[in-house]
């Protein structure tokens, strides 16, 4: 089993629409929990991050954590074109700063 | 914010040559920086943690000798890929660890160097 699972897509939604992002971990310790955006030939780029059970709201971005059943997730409300790209959710073990990446959703937002 | 920059972001070199990467850390000091490295299509995987002043740690299966990273100050590490083959060939990218606005630490990347060994 992966430490940190993501359906790898492609997730096709119409401009406007909701983008639902998911993404499961294994470690029942972990502590922290990100999402990064990266497009194409680019680095990560750091959308949000969530620390503790519920949901966390930036704009048109809301994180959503549940350590009890060990996934977080991302929703994209009015989800533009320049959204499309490959979105990486991210989780911290207890110790240190390294991160441990899932494989990655690929986003298309059809205009 | 944080900023980390990463240097060169191309880099075409014949196999058997050497490559240094360069990471900064422009505005915060940063006692670790990790390195990753991505394939195509593939998500990014952890080489190594490098640590300030002392020797870096590497994941499992990656070879440290081919590998070597260097953080000698709080601003700048290091990785050097020696005797670059083409399965070397791939998408390097830094990160850095800073205290963001709520307190919490937090990564931030390069903008990646991207190596190709004919």
């Known amino acids: 089993q992966k430490e940190v699972e993501q359906n790898s897509g492609p997730l096709s939604v119409p401009e406007g629409a909701i983008a639902s992002l998911n993404c499961t971990y294994s470690d029942r310790g972990s502590q922290s929990f990100f999402w990064y955006r990266q497009y194409s030939g680019k680095s990560p780029e750091l959308i949000m991050s969530i620390y503790s059970n519920g949901d966390k709201e930036d704009g048109r971005f809301t994180a959503q954590l549940n350590k009890a059943s060990q996934y977080v997730s991302l929703l994209i409300r009015d989800s533009q074109p320049s959204d499309s790209a490959t979105y990486l959710c991210?989780?911290?073990?207890?110790?240190?700063?390294?991160?441990?990446f899932g494989g990655g959703t690929r986003l298309m937002v059809k205009p | 914010g944080a900023v980390v920059s990463q240097h060169p972001s191309w880099v075409i070199c014949k196999s058997g040559t050497s490559v240094k990467i360069e990471c900064r850390s422009l505005?915060?000091?940063?006692?670790?920086m990790f390195w990753y490295r991505q394939f195509p299509k593939q998500s990014l995987m952890l080489m190594a943690t490098?640590?300030?002043?002392?020797?870096?740690?590497?994941e499992q299966g990656v070879e440290k000798d081919k590998f070597l990273i260097n953080h000698a100050s709080l601003t700048l590490s290091t990785l050097t890929v020696t005797s670059a083959h083409p399965e070397d060939s791939s998408f390097y990218i830094c990160?850095?660890?800073?205290?963001?606005?709520?307190?919490?630490?937090?990564?931030?990347f390069g903008a990646g160097s991207r190596l190709t060994v004919l």
């Open positions: 490098s640590n300030e002043g002392s020797k870096a740690t590497y």
């Open positions: 990160s850095a660890g800073n205290r963001g606005s709520s307190g919490a630490n937090v990564l931030t």
């Open positions: 991210a989780v911290r073990r207890k110790a240190g700063n390294m991160l441990t």
């Open positions: 505005d915060f000091q940063a006692t670790t």
